[in-house]
């Protein structure tokens, strides 16, 4: 499965756009994009999972090592339109109450 | 080596003589058994080519030139295909030398990681923990008290394979130098989330689970650390209900404050714990509910707690044909008394 | 011929001069077909890390005796950036570009000795021979 990445820069944001499966083969790349927004102070990056379907423990890994980057450099992470299935493992895991995450916002512009 | 080189060549230039004059599948299939001997003995293209082009001069001395200049022309674009050749016949050694060496380590895995089921009147415990590759990163762990309490501990590292086996041993031995005194979960926990904190990287964590069971009262008194749920099953009404308290992984976070609750179950009632690797599984795109693992389990329920465990392995084993995705762990407690 | 030559890499149009005059030099030892163009590959394999790596270098050719046998011995040598690592460039599966069978361990199979000699900001040497079978 495949993961598909879409960085837009706008001014002090950062969206990624993310669709498909977050795993540990889908990970590298993702981090790598997260490793380099996180790093610019004052940054807010803003991660769209709407057409995530799938996520494992390996990508819940890259969101705690972004929200660890974005605490230390002084960024913000958001979480936006995660699927029931992907929003219940930030649940699970406790992560929801340390990170910014806007579950389903469904159909509409922001 | 001289002689066997010696001793294809000729055998190849006879097939294609044969097979230049008849066109016949005999001669095919005769310079399929030479190539196949060729690459036994680690025989490059480039040096077929060659065998092939001498062959040639040798049967035809007046072949035309640009024939065999054709010929030279293809011996040097083989060339970078037998480095290639090589260097894959290298990478698959190592390779084989590395599984070895991971199956040494898994193995030494299971005898460190190794905990006894306690045998106690009146509780039925079975346990299953299945890793997806050659080691394991979900750990469980049986825990006997002074006072007849015996701790329960679930986890699973993130990810798979070798970092997260390495990650678990470190669990194993903080909870082996615990004292054999029944204490609260949440202390348990706190204490083991500052040490994976501490000492690893930052996109690494560990769900878990930590319970103490008295069999003397039927009562469990647990916590969660942003690990899947437990399943309490009441035999009466034949149910499963979910039990489980807010807190976060271990190893993200210092400081964190773990919650404590309990459940009492009473004869015939079940614990059931279990990793992602059960929830998550998949048949083909479809994503199992967690009733798919309930009704298993209540086939199944006839069978002593070790057989149940091991028959609900079984079956999401065949869903995934016999491909685990993730290691898979699964703990019952039914109380027989 | 000049049983020692040299030839400078400064554009990927002389790793071809380079091949050449390798080949020409192997054919007249009496190397056979076959070890031409391994010996032409290694060239060219050598030539063109120069070329990407270094900008420029050279690469020089010394027919070479030992013991009644005879071989054909190359040196690369370059002031590039340096090789930080040489046991990792050796390795097999470790390509910063090329993909299978090429860079370094390919030029090591395709001859029979391999010496590498490396500095950082200093530049890289290597040595390697062919000996006539």
Known sequence: MNLEITLTEEGNQSIITL???????????????????????????????EHVTYMDSTGLGLFIGALKSTKENDSELKLVNLQDRVYRLFQITGLDEIMDIKAAIRGGNE | MENFFKEKADEYKKLLAEYIEFQDEKALYGVELVSKAFIKHNILPEEIVNIHIKALKELYPDLFASFEHSLDFLLEAMIS????????????????????????????????????????AGLDIGVISVPANQMNGDYYSFLQNLDGTIGIAMADVIG?????????SMIKYSLDSLPKESTPPPVILGNLNRVVERNTESNMFITMMYGEYNPETGKLVYSFAGHEPGYYYCADEDRFTEFSTAG?????????????????????????LMTDGVTECRDGDRFIEIDEVFDVIRQYLHLSAQDMVQEVYRYFERLQDFQLQDDFSLLILRKTV | MNPQSCVHIHKEWDIVGA???????????????????RIATAISELARNIYLYADQGKISYEIIYNNSRTGLCLIAEDEGPGISDISQVMEDGFTTSGGLGAGLPGVKRLMDEFEAYSEIGKGTTIKTVKWLR
């Open chain 2, 248 to 272: 976060l992984v271990l190893g993200v976070s210092e400081d964190v404050e773990y919650e404590q609750a309990e459940i009492e179950i009473a004869k015939n009632d079940m614990i059931v």
């Open chain 2, 81 to 120: 295909y037998g480095l290639a050749h090589q260097e894959i016949q290298n990478l698959r050694e190592q390779q084989i030398a590395l599984k070895s060496e991971i199956s040494v380590a898994a193995q030494m895995q299971k005898t460190l990681l190794k905990t006894k089921k306690p045998d106690i």
């Open chain 3, 19 to 37: 091949r050449q005059l390798g080949r020409e030099m192997a054919k007249e030892i009496g190397f056979s077909t076959v070890d031409q163009a």
């Open chain 1, 19 to 49: 669709a498909g499966e977050i795993d540990a083969y889908t990970a590298p790349d993702l981090k790598e994009t997260f490793g380099i927004v996180t790093k610019k102070a004052g940054q807010e990056v803003i991660v769209d999972l």
């Open chain 2, 160 to 168: 798979k394979g070798v970092p997260a086996a390495l990650c678990m």
